[in-house]
């Protein structure tokens, strides 16, 4: 789905910097999440924003934080508490009129530790 | 919170056979399933969706089921080719929000 633009694709991290992974989209969408996955584990999610200026910690939020000023982006830091960063981001965005909305992904960023 | 529970983890079938992959779920109220999949290296992409108000839901080669009294749903591919071949997910609302629990995903593998 060419709405959301996750950047860059691959990054990398040393030890004890925080990172942080871009995603925009330009589908008007009021809502966002940030989604990690790794080998077997399925899609997890670490946080997500129904609206702008607010947002709310997923499953495994420990070690990253969210921000959202604008409705277009919502950028996630990795940060150097998060000892496991190594996966593949997933962003996604949907309409935020209840529930049950399709959300659409980005073309994810793979982090890995140097 | 949601928990969704997806079997098998892989599942290998011959060009033509069918596929089914179950997910259950907790919530009871719980109220949109959909069902993604992901080809090797590339952004997961809804393939079909179903709400509770209804059973089963088709889309070509392509059906899902729900019981809700059972708390599960099946995504069912028929006639199965080779393209078919990717990571199938389920998923259900998380906390009654506009956030998605996913299952583990399950492989899917097409030979002809």
């Known amino acids: 789905d060419g709405g959301i633009t996750q950047s860059p694709k691959y990054l990398f991290r040393k030890e004890g910097q925080n990172v942080t992974l871009s995603c925009e989209q330009n589908?008007?969408?009021?809502?966002m999440y940030w989604y990690r996955q790794d080998p077997g584990q399925g899609l997890r999610l670490i946080y997500y924003?129904?609206?702008?200026?607010?947002?709310q910690k997923g499953d495994i939020a420990e070690g990253y934080s969210v921000s959202r000023e604008k409705k277009e982006s919502f950028p996630l830091t990795v940060t150097s508490a998060q000892k496991n960063p190594t996966a593949f981001y997933l962003c996604?965005?949907?309409?935020?009129?209840?529930?049950?909305?399709?959300?659409?992904f980005g073309d994810g960023t793979r982090l890995s530790i140097l | 919170g949601e928990n969704v529970e997806q079997h098998p983890s892989t599942l290998s079938v011959q060009e033509g056979d069918s596929a089914v992959i179950k997910c259950t779920y907790s919530?009871?109220?719980?109220?949109?399933f959909p069902w993604y999949k992901q080809e090797l290296g590339k952004r997961p992409q809804l393939i079909i969706d179903?709400?509770?108000?209804?059973g089963e839901k088709k889309d070509q080669r392509i059906a899902v089921t729900l019981n809700k009294t059972a708390k599960h749903f099946s995504l069912h591919i028929t006639e199965t080719q080779p393209e078919d071949s990717a990571v199938y997910f389920c998923?259900?609302?998380?906390?009654?929000?506009?956030?998605?629990?996913f299952g583990k995903g399950t492989t899917l593998s097409v030979s002809s």
């Open positions: 996604a965005s949907s309409i935020a009129q209840g529930a049950g909305q399709p959300q659409h």
């Open positions: 589908l008007n969408h009021d809502a």
């Open positions: 924003s129904q609206i702008v200026n607010d947002f």
């Open positions: 919530d009871s109220a719980s109220n949109y």
């Open positions: 179903i709400r509770s108000n209804v």
């Open positions: 998923a259900a609302p998380h906390q009654a929000g506009t956030a998605l629990i």
